[in-house]
């Protein structure tokens, strides 16, 4: 989207929400892929308020009115639940604030969709795994996140995107990425192409495995990246996952693997040097128990048996993603220079690579658990 656009559509949404006082600021905030985020500042009597306020991307989410929905639905759902147990509404899930129209979203003079959230204080979110502890708490938050909706009525919920997490059908959006090749990159990526054309079986494993009823179908975040879960500054604990976009019927399998793809990489989703790239095993185990403990009973052994064959899917979907976007073009994820969508491929797929060859000790570190 233009930059000018975006600039003046933020400066119309920043005064377009119910908020008392005066504006203060807007400034951009956190390195999501897909939304565009500020952090904007209000003052009144001398008490200053923050809003994350967001932009959001159309191309991917195309129903926004249906997604703020499913936000709401959700995060009405958890406030109960976390009102039952004692915590703090405000803080332990996403509150969002409304239009000046009533409306849970700010339409700009573009017809670009809009929301603000009150800025949760003093957490801070995981852009990398520099203390392992950290990544462990993550973990139980995620599991926990889960658990609170195991019982959310899955069919209230739209798909925001269609078959978000469907393996298979996103092999087939790859193969024919490659196979119209719009920019002219296939020849020099044959290396990767074929490390994901090789694992076709990786692709079909979930589907079929849920087809055969052998794995439940759940509410699930599906974006499960640790800068999507904040951690509370002053407990050191997980206090609220956040990014909800993409709450809808999934995998619990799929959002430890995302975790473990993302977090428990040695290296940065976009490391040029892929020597050091690797799946740390200490953190898959840490991350493993407390998914598991955060869970709190309710997965199957199915599904925990499965958690090894997750964070693989996942990964290999990821980088399979992150190719097709680098060959058609870069449409989808944001990227900050030309090849960026294809360094983040190449860590995925050094990182399937690497499971491969750590796949007893993967499995072996689940079995503990079951
Ligand atoms: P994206 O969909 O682009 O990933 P996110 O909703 O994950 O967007 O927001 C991006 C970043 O902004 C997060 O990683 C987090 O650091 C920060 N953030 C977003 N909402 C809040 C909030 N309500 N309170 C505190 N930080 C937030
Ligand atoms: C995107 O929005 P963000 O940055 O949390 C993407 C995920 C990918 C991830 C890769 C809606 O997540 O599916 O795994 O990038 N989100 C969407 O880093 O496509
Ligand atoms: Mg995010």
Same mark, same amino acid.
């Given at each position: 989207?233009?930059?000018?656009?975006?600039?003046?559509?933020?400066? @119309?949404?920043?005064?377009?929400?119910?908020? @008392?006082?005066?504006?203060?600021?807007?400034?951009?905030?956190? !390195?999501?892929?897909?939304? &565009?985020?500020?952090?904007?500042?209000?003052?009144?009597?001398? %008490?200053?308020?923050?809003?994350?306020?967001?932009?959001?991307?159309?191309?991917?989410?195309?129903?926004?009115?249906?997604?703020?929905?499913?936000?709401?639905?959700?995060?009405?759902?958890?406030?109960?639940?976390?009102?039952?147990?004692?915590?703090?509404?405000?803080?332990?899930?996403?509150?969002?604030?409304?239009?000046? /129209?009533?409306?849970?979203?700010?339409?700009?003079?573009?017809?670009? #969709?809009?929301?603000?959230?009150?800025?949760?204080?003093?957490? #801070?979110?995981?852009?990398?795994?520099?203390?392992?502890?950290?990544?462990?708490?993550?973990?139980?938050?995620?599991?926990?996140?889960?658990?609170?909706?195991?019982?959310?009525?899955?069919?209230? =919920?739209?798909?925001?995107?269609?078959?978000?997490?469907?393996?298979?059908?996103?092999?087939?959006?790859?193969?024919?990425?490659?196979?119209?090749?719009?920019?002219?990159?296939?020849?020099?990526?044959? @290396?990767?192409?074929?490390?994901?054309?090789?694992?076709?079986?990786?692709?079909?494993? =979930?589907?079929?495995?849920?087809?055969?009823?052998?794995?439940?179908?759940?509410?699930?975040? !599906?974006? /499960?990246?640790?800068? !999507?879960?904040?951690?509370?500054?002053?407990?050191?604990?997980? =206090?609220?996952?956040?990014?909800?976009?993409?709450?809808?019927?999934?995998?619990?399998?799929? &959002?430890?693997?995302?975790?473990?793809?993302?977090?428990?990489?040695?290296?940065?989703?976009?490391?040029?040097? $892929?020597?050091?790239?690797? *799946?740390?095993?200490? =953190?898959?185990? $840490?991350?493993?128990?407390?998914?598991?403990?955060?869970?709190?009973?309710?997965?199957?052994?199915?599904?925990?048996?499965?958690?090894?064959?997750?964070?693989? %899917?996942?990964?290999?979907? *990821?980088?399979?993603?992150?190719? /097709?976007?680098?060959?058609?073009?870069? /449409?989808?994820?944001?990227?900050?220079?030309?090849?960026?969508?294809?360094?983040?491929?190449?860590?995925?797929?050094?990182?399937?690579?690497?499971?491969?060859?750590?796949?007893?000790?993967?499995?072996?570190?689940?079995?503990? #658990?079951?």
């Amino acid at each position: 989207m233009n930059q000018d656009t975006l600039h003046t559509g933020m400066q @119309e949404a920043a005064r377009g929400f119910a908020v @008392e006082g005066e504006f203060v600021e807007c400034k951009p905030w956190g !390195n999501g892929h897909i939304n &565009d985020t500020y952090i904007m500042t209000f003052r009144q009597d001398g %008490v200053v308020s923050r809003y994350s306020l967001q932009h959001m991307n159309r191309a991917v989410f195309t129903d926004p009115v249906s997604l703020m929905d499913n936000v709401l639905h959700v995060t009405e759902y958890l406030k109960d639940q976390i009102r039952e147990q004692g915590g703090d509404p405000h803080r332990e899930t996403l509150d969002f604030v409304r239009a000046k /129209t009533g409306e849970p979203y700010f339409v700009d003079s573009f017809g670009e #969709y809009w929301r603000a959230y009150h800025f949760i204080e003093d957490a #801070y979110a995981l852009e990398e795994t520099s203390d392992p502890q950290d990544f462990y708490e993550s973990a139980v938050a995620f599991g926990h996140f889960q658990k609170m909706l195991a019982e959310f009525p899955a069919d209230s =919920l739209t798909e925001t995107i269609a078959g978000f997490h469907d393996t298979k059908a996103r092999y087939e959006i790859f193969q024919k990425a490659v196979e119209a090749d719009v920019c002219g990159r296939a020849a020099a990526v044959q @290396e990767e192409i074929r490390f994901v054309q090789e694992r076709y079986d990786v692709a079909c494993v =979930l589907g079929d495995l849920l087809a055969e009823g052998k794995l439940p179908l759940r509410v699930t975040h !599906n974006d /499960t990246k640790s800068n !999507n879960v904040l951690i509370d500054e002053a407990t050191g604990k997980g =206090l609220c996952v956040i990014d909800l976009d993409t709450v809808m019927p999934g995998l619990a399998v799929n &959002d430890f693997g995302d975790s473990i793809r993302f977090g428990a990489s040695t290296g940065a989703e976009d490391e040029k040097d $892929l020597t050091k790239i690797s *799946c740390d095993m200490k =953190l898959y185990d $840490l991350y493993t128990k407390g998914f598991i403990e955060g869970c709190g009973g309710i997965l199957t052994d199915m599904e925990i048996k499965c958690l090894p064959i997750g964070a693989k %899917v996942m990964t290999y979907e *990821c980088g399979m993603r992150f190719l /097709t976007d680098y060959l058609s073009g870069d /449409t989808y994820f944001k990227i900050a220079y030309p090849e960026h969508n294809l360094d983040r491929a190449r860590t995925q797929l050094k990182l399937v690579a690497d499971m491969e060859a750590k796949w007893d000790q993967m499995e072996k570190i689940v079995e503990k #658990y079951l």
